[in-house]
């Protein structure tokens, strides 16, 4: 059973609620909402095998959510994606919250830096999240025969492999965080995209040099290191 939101917090503002996964995309949402420092709630909605809450598949969640996918953020006028005031897409929901408060510093505040944003985003989110991933965990969705499982889960590697050797290139070139100049929602979110490469058996630790220095600076922030303990999440 899902729980009941509360109303507000003390300012009267609705209080968000983060509907979320241990390890999942959803992570990065969490970290963001630690960087922010107000009040948050957490509902765990499992994303795979049983981790505790609801799965993503069942009828309470997609009653709310009809993808049936986390993360949601609860508190966000409106309409689109979900339940009233539900608000889906882990990129909409970090450019919401690094909006919605500005002094956190979240996103670059010129149109070209947050247009940068928006490119890494769309591509982790569209291809190497959805398409890649989607391939090695999810086969599912590319096909119906259960036999052809092995071949989208194997052609899942080889994308994730040429992506990961993309982002090391673009890491590489001497740059401090992934938009250049500033920490943003970017980096907590090449963080899930990190320890998954880890999970799916690539060497994170030497394959990825410039990429693990950007992970290893984003995991000396306390809101990231709360998270990773609060989620039991290690990354390599
Ligand atoms: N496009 C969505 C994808 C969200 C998504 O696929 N989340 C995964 C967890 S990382 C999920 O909920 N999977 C559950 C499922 O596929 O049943 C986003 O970027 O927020």
């Given at each position: 059973?899902?729980?009941?939101?509360?109303?507000?917090?003390?300012?009267?503002?609705?209080?968000?609620?983060?509907?979320?996964?241990?390890?999942?995309?959803?992570?990065?949402?969490?970290?963001?909402?630690?960087?922010?420092?107000?009040?948050?709630?957490?509902?765990?909605?499992?994303?795979?095998?049983?981790?505790?809450?609801?799965?993503?598949?069942?009828?309470?969640?997609?009653?709310?959510?009809?993808?049936?996918?986390?993360?949601?953020?609860?508190?966000?006028?409106?309409?689109?994606?979900?339940?009233?005031?539900?608000?889906?897409?882990?990129?909409?929901?970090?450019?919401?919250?690094?909006?919605?408060?500005?002094?956190?510093?979240?996103?670059?505040?010129?149109?070209?830096?947050?247009?940068?944003?928006?490119?890494?985003?769309?591509?982790?989110?569209g291809t190497v999240?959805a398409v890649s991933?989607g391939q090695?965990?999810?086969?599912?969705?590319?096909?119906?025969?259960?036999?052809?499982?092995?071949?989208?889960?194997?052609?899942?590697?080889?994308n994730?492999?040429?992506?990961?050797?993309?982002?090391?290139?673009?890491?590489?070139?001497?740059?401090?965080?992934?938009?250049?100049?500033?920490?943003?929602?970017?980096?907590?979110?090449?963080?899930?995209?990190?320890?998954?490469?880890?999970?799916?058996?690539?060497?994170?630790?030497?394959?990825?040099?410039?990429?693990?220095?950007?992970?290893?600076?984003?995991?000396?922030?306390?809101?990231?290191?709360?998270?990773?303990?609060?989620?039991?999440?290690?990354?390599?």
């Open positions: 059973m899902l729980r009941q939101p509360k109303q507000s917090n003390l300012a009267g503002t609705p209080m968000h609620r983060l509907y979320y996964s241990p390890g999942a995309c959803s992570m990065a949402v969490h970290i963001v909402l630690e960087e922010i420092g107000e009040p948050y709630e957490l509902e765990l909605v499992s994303s795979r095998g049983h981790l505790g809450g609801v799965g993503t598949t069942s009828p309470e969640w997609t009653a709310k959510n009809p993808k049936g996918r986390i993360p949601a953020l609860s508190g966000v006028t409106g309409r689109i994606g979900g339940s009233d005031d539900l608000l889906t897409e882990a990129h909409a929901i970090l450019f919401y919250l690094a909006r919605t408060h500005p002094g956190a510093r979240l996103l670059p505040a010129d149109a070209a830096g947050e247009a940068r944003a928006i490119e890494w985003m769309n591509w982790l989110s999240h991933y090695i965990w999810r086969p599912n969705r590319y096909v119906a025969d259960e036999r052809d499982y092995a071949a989208v889960q194997s052609k899942g590697q080889q994730i492999r040429g992506q990961y050797a993309y982002i090391e290139s673009l890491l590489g070139d001497g740059r401090d965080w992934a938009v250049p100049g500033a920490y943003s929602v970017v980096d907590p979110y090449l963080l899930v995209f990190y320890e998954w490469g880890a999970r799916i058996g690539l060497d994170m630790k030497t394959s990825y040099p410039a990429w693990r220095h950007l992970t290893q600076r984003t995991l000396q922030r306390p809101a990231v290191r709360h998270v990773l303990a609060n989620e039991n999440i290690s990354v390599p």
